[in-house]
């Protein structure tokens, strides 16, 4: 069932959720979403994530050559290492040549070792930690 609310933007930027969609979301304090904002469309989604409390998000940003499976090669490896992704775009930055996916995913145990399978399984060129603000 969808709940449809007109809600306002304090002078502090926040925004509250109504009672009755927290608790018909399972949204509890402490409770971890996901905001994507289309500047183009002019709309925001706001997805809860459920991830477990001990675990935390994680952006990066991977280089990776623009070429056919690239992307592909990347994401099965995020898949071997029991990683989920929550969100994740791709865009060629030169034809042909290169191109790099944001990801977000929850956090691996060990964020060197992801890296380093990554370049190495994955074939990532590069690969960044993002702030997730």
Do not use: C, H
């Not at 706001?46 to 991977?62: H, M, S, Y």
């Not at 029991?82 to 865009?91: I, K």
């Not at 996916?101 to 399984?121: D, H, M, Q, Y």
């Amino acid at each position: 069932m969808k709940e449809v609310r007109v809600i306002t933007i304090d002078n502090r930027g926040r925004i509250v959720i109504p009672q009755l969609i927290r608790k018909s979301l399972g949204l509890t304090t402490n409770s971890q979403l996901m905001l994507v904002a289309d500047s183009e469309s002019k709309e925001i989604k706001i997805t809860p994530i459920g991830l477990a409390d001990e675990k935390n998000p994680i952006k990066l940003r991977i280089t990776m050559r623009d070429v056919p499976g690239a992307l592909a090669k990347l994401a099965n490896t995020f898949g071997e290492q029991d990683l989920s992704m929550m969100y994740s775009e791709a865009v060629i930055i030169e034809k042909d040549k290169t191109a790099e996916w944001t990801v977000i995913s929850e956090s691996p145990a060990n964020l060197e070792n992801l890296k380093r399978i990554l370049k190495e399984k994955g074939d990532a060129l590069k690969i960044e930690v993002l702030p997730l603000d």
